[in-house]
């Protein structure tokens, strides 16, 4: 595909959530349209449409650039005081697979220990996770361009070399927007004066929340949405122009035309980012098989030994009447699940699992009688994994491989294992049926209302999500912003 003069490096897609508007599939539409050769993700804080979004790019012969713009904390991430969640915001972009894998350490650990409010990172997890990273500054809750508003232009200049010097010379950008706020057109100017000052580039993006002009209205309903306001309130969180879309190179060039080299840059980051990911053929723990076996013939092995173990059950069963079906059903069945068992490439995760629980009742502790998947496939119950016979209850295999909802004729098998139910000789024995704890929070009990009160989720007491998460998009919207709610109280 021929190469452009713009590459958008910006991007907020729908896993960005009430945030960005961006549909993958619509966005790969999209750039072929305008013939450009690649295009970046950088979602609020994770990665969650990486995977997806490289393999429609890929498809489409667009490079894909993955990237995340991350939430940069003010002091460490570790800090839950009350002036703690507000953090900066960097763009990241992993330039090839050292960078990726990077990228994944920085989002886990905002997530796994730096979340309040956001999934937090600092500054220095950066400096232990920037090899392989392109970092640009940002939108104007970046540390650098913040600090330009603010009229810290010191403070800028400091803030730019610290970056410059976590992600090494050539790895860090100054990023110029116009989204026709007047904040823009405030800071522009000082951020082109910085660049020139400190050798450090300039990088033109859009900030891309929506695909098309048009787009803009649904993307104020996803605001309001997010912040629990509706359309009708005054006061309800906005963008305050209709300008964070996915813009022509043509667009571009026109509003960046006195800075050319911030558009010819992007090119430059583009060409760099050379981002290649294969799919695991094999995503399990190796599990060490016997000499001279292999992992799907000792499966089959010890499959058929625990089947031998569990027909003398069967026979007297079958003997009492009490067999729902013949035991050449159950033969015909266990050939079949060993063979695609093996076909899906599972049966490592079938011996881990079987391992694992024969060693649990070697050394006496409870485990089982099983759940879920396990529950229906007659290839658990020979190894002990469950206890539950699935023809017994007629229960299809398929659901190992299709996750649509398999019950007993009057049980469904994953909500009595969830109460607690006994399954003892392979029946299961319900108690007294009492509303599931997740279908009575979300109002599905009974005929009631699918929508149930929104769940809040704070952190240390501190005020509702919808209201914290609503700040990011506060430098958007200008004096036609609704109210924010203040600081959280301390911890």
Same mark, same amino acid.
């Given at each position: 595909?021929?190469?452009?003069?713009?590459?958008?490096?910006?991007?907020?897609?729908?896993?960005?959530?009430?945030?960005?508007?961006?549909?993958?599939?619509?966005?790969?539409?999209?750039?072929?349209?305008?013939?450009?050769?690649?295009?970046?993700?950088?979602?609020?804080?994770?990665?969650?449409?990486?995977?997806?979004?490289?393999?429609?790019?890929?498809?489409?012969?667009?490079?894909?650039?993955?990237?995340?713009?991350?939430?940069?904390?003010?002091?460490?991430?570790?800090?839950?005081?009350?002036?703690?969640?507000?953090?900066?915001?960097?763009?990241?972009?992993?330039?090839?697979?050292?960078?990726?894998?990077?990228?994944?350490?920085?989002?886990?650990?905002?997530?796994?220990?730096?979340?309040?409010?956001?999934?937090?990172?600092?500054?220095?997890?950066?400096?232990?996770?920037?090899?392989?990273?392109?970092?640009?500054?940002?939108?104007?809750?970046?540390?650098?361009?913040?600090?330009?508003?603010?009229?810290?232009?010191?403070?800028?200049? !400091?803030?730019?070399?610290?970056?410059?010097?976590?992600?090494?010379?050539?790895?860090?950008?100054?990023?110029?927007?116009? !989204?026709?706020?007047?904040?823009?057109?405030?800071?522009?100017?000082?951020?082109?004066?910085?660049?020139?000052?400190?050798?450090?580039?300039?990088?033109?993006?859009?900030?891309?929340?929506?695909?098309?002009?048009?787009?803009?209205?649904?993307?104020?309903?996803?605001?309001?949405? !997010?912040?629990?306001?509706?359309?009708?309130?005054?006061?309800?969180?906005?963008?305050?122009?209709? !300008?964070?879309?996915?813009?022509?190179?043509?667009?571009?060039?026109?509003?960046?035309?006195?800075?050319?080299?911030?558009?010819?840059?992007?090119?430059?980051?583009?060409?760099?980012?050379?981002?290649?990911?294969?799919?695991?053929?094999?995503?399990?723990?190796?599990?060490?098989?016997?000499?001279?076996?292999?992992?799907?013939?000792?499966?089959?092995?010890?499959?058929?030994?625990?089947?031998?173990?569990?027909?003398?059950?069967?026979?007297?069963?079958?003997?009492?009447?009490?067999?729902?079906?013949?035991?050449?059903?159950?033969?015909?069945?266990?050939?079949?699940?060993?063979?695609?068992?093996?076909?899906?490439?599972?049966?490592?995760?079938?011996?881990?699992?079987?391992?694992?629980?024969?060693?649990?009742?070697?050394?006496?502790?409870?485990?089982?009688?099983?759940?879920?998947?396990?529950?229906?496939?007659?290839?658990?119950?020979?190894?002990?994994?469950?206890?539950?016979?699935?023809?017994?209850?007629?229960?299809?295999?398929?659901?190992?491989?299709?996750?649509?909802?398999?019950?007993?004729?009057?049980?469904?098998?994953?909500?009595?294992?969830?109460?607690?139910?006994?399954?003892?000789?392979?029946?299961?024995?319900?108690?007294?049926?009492?509303?599931?704890?997740?279908?009575?929070?979300?109002?599905?009990?009974?005929?009631?209302?699918?929508?149930?009160?929104?769940?809040?989720?704070?952190?240390?007491?501190?005020?509702?999500?919808?209201?914290?998460?609503?700040?990011?998009?506060?430098?958007?919207?200008?004096?036609?912003?609704?109210?924010?709610?203040?600081?959280?109280?301390?911890?």
């Amino acid at each position: 595909m021929a190469s452009t003069s713009f590459v958008h490096l910006h991007l907020h897609t729908d896993y960005s959530l009430l945030d960005g508007a961006c549909d993958i599939p619509k966005l790969m539409d999209r750039a072929a349209a305008l013939k450009m050769s690649a295009v970046a993700i950088t979602d609020h804080g994770n990665l969650f449409g990486a995977v997806k979004f490289y393999e429609a790019a890929t498809k489409r012969g667009i490079k894909p650039i993955v990237g995340c713009e991350a939430y940069v904390a003010v002091t460490n991430r570790l800090d839950r005081s009350p002036d703690s969640d507000r953090p900066h915001h960097l763009v990241l972009l992993a330039e090839n697979e050292l960078g990726y894998r990077n990228l994944v350490k920085l989002a886990s650990s905002a997530y796994l220990e730096g979340y309040y409010y956001k999934p937090r990172i600092d500054k220095d997890l950066l400096a232990h996770h920037s090899e392989g990273l392109i970092a640009l500054s940002a939108c104007l809750q970046g540390e650098v361009t913040a600090a330009v508003m603010g009229g810290q232009y010191d403070l800028a200049r !400091q803030s730019a070399y610290d970056l410059r010097d976590i992600f090494g010379k050539g790895n860090f950008y100054i990023e110029i927007q116009d !989204q026709g706020l007047e904040e823009d057109r405030r800071v522009n100017p000082q951020l082109a004066r910085l660049s020139r000052e400190t050798g450090i580039p300039l990088v033109a993006t859009n900030d891309c929340h929506y695909l098309s002009h048009e787009d803009a209205r649904a993307q104020e309903v996803l605001m309001c949405i !997010q912040t629990g306001k509706t359309l009708s309130d005054t006061q309800h969180m906005r963008f305050a122009t209709d !300008q964070f879309y996915f813009k022509s190179p043509d667009e571009m060039a026109a509003l960046f035309s006195e800075v050319s080299e911030a558009l010819e840059h992007t090119l430059d980051i583009a060409e760099r980012c050379n981002l290649h990911l294969e799919k695991e053929q094999h995503v399990f723990p190796h599990f060490e098989v016997p000499a001279g076996e292999t992992l799907d013939s000792f499966f089959e092995i010890v499959t058929r030994q625990g089947f031998a173990a569990r027909r003398p059950t069967l026979e007297r069963l079958r003997a009492e009447d009490r067999l729902r079906h013949p035991l050449e059903a159950y033969e015909e069945r266990l050939d079949r699940e060993i063979e695609l068992i093996k076909q899906m490439r599972f049966a490592g995760y079938f011996l881990i699992v079987w391992d694992f629980i024969r060693f649990a009742r070697e050394k006496c502790i409870p485990v089982g009688p099983g759940r879920g998947s396990a529950a229906g496939s007659l290839a658990s119950y020979a190894l002990h994994i469950t206890d539950v016979d699935p023809l017994q209850y007629d229960l299809l295999f398929e659901r190992f491989l299709n996750p649509e909802r398999i019950t007993f004729p009057d049980i469904d098998i994953d909500f009595c294992m969830r109460r607690g139910d006994r399954i003892c000789n392979g029946e299961v024995r319900p108690r007294e049926r009492q509303p599931d704890h997740h279908l009575r929070h979300h109002g599905r009990e009974g005929g009631g209302s699918r929508r149930g009160t929104r769940a809040r989720y704070a952190v240390r007491g501190s005020r509702p999500h919808r209201q914290a998460d609503s700040q990011h998009a506060q430098h958007h919207a200008g004096g036609r912003a609704g109210p924010v709610a203040g600081a959280p109280p301390a911890p």
